[in-house]
Structure formats: structure tokens, C-alpha cells
């Protein structure tokens, strides 16, 4: 017998509703993406940095519907939620500044910023899956 938490008619629709709202603005950043990788050969330098600035617009939508979603969420949801993403968040900022000062002191190569996004997006992930089996 499993003593699983069961999802209201309520959550299970708000659920629904980010995903189709998270969903959309992640697929129209794939497509600007994609847009922006085929035309920036093609640009001159001077429009490079707006171009590049073009795909964050559905990030913006990104953000809001998690907000949404959030603020929707019951206060156990955002409890977990909450301990998920300062998971993240926290061990984020130790990775980076433990490499950032091995990359200093030792001489490692720098890294680029675009791969800031996607620790702390798996270290979300992991804190979610950590937060979701601790209250299980």
C-alpha cells in the first residue's frame, strides 16, 4: 500500500495549464533559436547583440508561467517547490564559484555563461526529485 499525496481536480488542471503555457514558450524559444544560429552569419555585427536578445522574449513568458504555476500551487506544493529551487539555487552558486577559483588559482579554462542556465536547471531538477522523495 503506497501512501501517496493524490492530485485535486484543481491541481491537476493548473498542472495542465503550465505545461501548455511553459510548453508553448519553450517551443518558440527552440524555433528563435534556431532562427537566430541561421542568421547571424548573415547580419551585420552592429545587430548581432539585439538578435541575440530576440529568443529571452519567451523566456520572459517562460518565467511568468512558473510564477502562475507557483502561485497557484497549495502550501505543501510550494513547500517543495521552494526547497527544490533553493536547492538549485544554492548548489549552483557553490559549483560555479568553486571552478570559478580552480579557474583562477589553476589555470582551467573558462567556461561560457551559457552553461550557467543549464546546471542550475539540473540542479532544480535534482532538488525537485530530492524534495518530492523526502516527503514521500
Known sequence: ?????????????????YGREFGSAMAIYT??????AFATDRV??????????????????????????????????????LE???FGFIAGVMIAMTYGLVE???GLPRLSWV???PLFLFLWGLGSYLAHRRYK
Do not use: N
Open 1 to 17: 500500500m503506497t501512501d501517496e499525496r493524490k492530485f485535486s481536480q484543481a491541481e491537476v488542471e493548473s498542472s495542465k495549464r
Open 31 to 36: 524555433v528563435l533559436m534556431m532562427g537566430v
Open 44 to 81: 551585420p555585427q552592429p545587430l548581432r547583440i539585439p538578435l541575440a536578445l530576440v529568443p529571452v522574449i519567451p523566456l520572459w513568458f517562460a518565467l511568468h508561467a512558473a510564477l502562475r504555476f507557483f502561485r497557484r500551487a497549495d502550501e505543501f506544493a510550494r513547500k517543495v517547490m
Open 84 to 86: 527544490a529551487v533553493s
Open 104 to 106: 583562477a588559482i589553476a
Open 115 to 117: 552553461w550557467v542556465a
